[in-house]
């Protein structure tokens, strides 16, 4: 009961909260799901998801309902119009894709973008997809940034106030075809080639967090976001310069160290600090 009821007492000064500023206050995790009603934003307190009403990316209230997050569907944290990603933006990153793709291994003057389409974006558990004709498909550990409210061309100074927060991808890509098409279409942005989630966490000190990456429980990739040669408000403006950001919009911001071949059943984990791990296994496609 004394639970509940500090939780409806949060709710009522949250609601006053969010009625006045459109980005909520520092060190909450959010998590999008699928209930009865339709599809909803929660709150996550420990195991249990607490109901929000409104927009999460502008006002809201979180509501005395709850639910124990094990007997949720858990969706990718957002429906995005758009997600951006930044390449080579490690220099731990560069001398492999120098060997590999034949890019150069020196710092570029500019972040490198690419796309990957909305319909590559899957949710925490769901099955990575090796398709039947690939050969050569990789992981990314990335940390993503969720954007929180419409970007055009913003200043790095001002760049951050248009995060919501970060969550956990995966940036999924074939090596071979990624060497070898025009674009990276297929490479980066197939159908379940960019798993993210499962949470949402706003007020990290998102320049500071350890991304580690593991294969069947081995430490695959480590590194620091501190090691990102562009950081984050850099990579939100230059972004911003060409493409309009809205809110729920997601941006990977790029991969450390080497990346190697998966192959079906391995379970592939990112794990970010102070955010959560994102887990999906890689199964087989089916043959044309």
């Given at each position: 009961?004394?639970?509940?009821?500090?939780?409806?007492?949060?709710?009522?000064?949250?609601?006053?909260?969010?009625?006045?500023?459109?980005?909520?206050?520092?060190?909450?995790?959010?998590?999008?799901?699928?209930?009865?009603?339709?599809?909803?934003?929660?709150?996550?307190?420990?195991?249990?998801?607490?109901?929000?009403?409104?927009?999460?990316?502008?006002?809201?209230?979180?509501?005395?309902?709850?639910?124990?997050?094990?007997?949720?569907?858990?969706?990718?944290?957002?429906?995005?119009?758009?997600?951006?990603?930044?390449?080579?933006?490690?220099?731990?990153?560069?001398?492999?894709?120098?060997?590999?793709?034949?890019?150069?291994?020196?710092?570029?003057?500019?972040?490198?973008?690419?796309?990957?389409?909305?319909?590559?974006?899957?949710?925490?558990?769901?099955?990575?997809?090796?398709?039947?004709?690939?050969?050569?498909?990789?992981?990314?550990?990335?940390?993503?940034?969720?954007?929180?409210?419409?970007?055009?061309?913003?200043?790095?100074?001002?760049?951050?106030?248009?995060?919501?927060?970060?969550?956990?991808?995966?940036?999924i890509s074939e090596r071979d075809w990624?060497?070898?098409?025009?674009?990276?279409?297929?490479?980066?942005?197939?159908?379940?080639?960019?798993?993210?989630?499962?949470?949402?966490?706003?007020?990290?000190?998102?320049?500071?967090?350890?991304?580690?990456?593991?294969?069947?429980?081995?430490?695959?990739?480590?590194?620091?976001?501190?090691?990102?040669?562009?950081?984050?408000?850099?990579?939100?403006?230059?972004?911003?310069?060409?493409?309009?950001?809205?809110?729920?919009?997601?941006?990977?911001?790029?991969?450390?160290?080497?990346?190697?071949?998966?192959?079906?059943?391995?379970?592939?984990?990112?794990?970010?600090?102070?955010?959560?791990?994102?887990?999906?296994?890689?199964?087989?496609?089916?043959?044309?």
């Amino acid at each position: 009961m004394y639970r509940r009821v500090l939780i409806l007492a949060f709710s009522a000064v949250y609601w006053l909260a969010c009625e006045s500023v459109q980005v909520p206050d520092s060190g909450n995790r959010f998590v999008r799901y699928q209930s009865e009603e339709g599809v909803s934003y929660g709150l996550v307190d420990g195991d249990e998801v607490w109901e929000i009403e409104g927009d999460l990316f502008g006002s809201y209230t979180v509501t005395p309902n709850s639910f124990d997050i094990g007997d949720l569907e858990i969706l990718a944290p957002t429906d995005p119009s758009k997600v951006i990603a930044v390449g080579l933006n490690y220099r731990s990153h560069l001398d492999m894709a120098a060997r590999d793709l034949g890019t150069s291994d020196e710092v570029a003057q500019y972040p490198g973008l690419f796309a990957k389409y909305p319909t590559s974006i899957v949710a925490n558990g769901a099955d990575i997809v090796k398709p039947a004709d690939s050969q050569n498909l990789h992981f990314e550990g990335e940390m993503v940034l969720v954007i929180g409210k419409t970007a055009s061309n913003v200043s790095v100074e001002e760049a951050e106030d248009y995060i919501f927060g970060v969550t956990v991808g995966n940036d999924i890509s074939e090596r071979d075809w990624q060497a070898a098409d025009l674009q990276w279409l297929r490479a980066k942005a197939s159908d379940t080639f960019g798993p993210v989630g499962p949470f949402i966490v706003n007020g990290l000190d998102y320049g500071n967090l350890m991304v580690q990456t593991r294969v069947n429980g081995e430490v695959r990739q480590s590194a620091s976001s501190a090691d990102l040669i562009f950081d984050i408000p850099t990579i939100v403006s230059y972004v911003s310069r060409y493409v309009t950001l809205f809110p729920g919009d997601l941006i990977f911001t790029g991969t450390p160290g080497t990346t190697q071949a998966m192959e079906p059943g391995d379970i592939v984990e990112v794990e970010i600090e102070g955010v959560g791990i994102l887990s999906n296994q890689v199964v087989q496609g089916a043959e044309h």
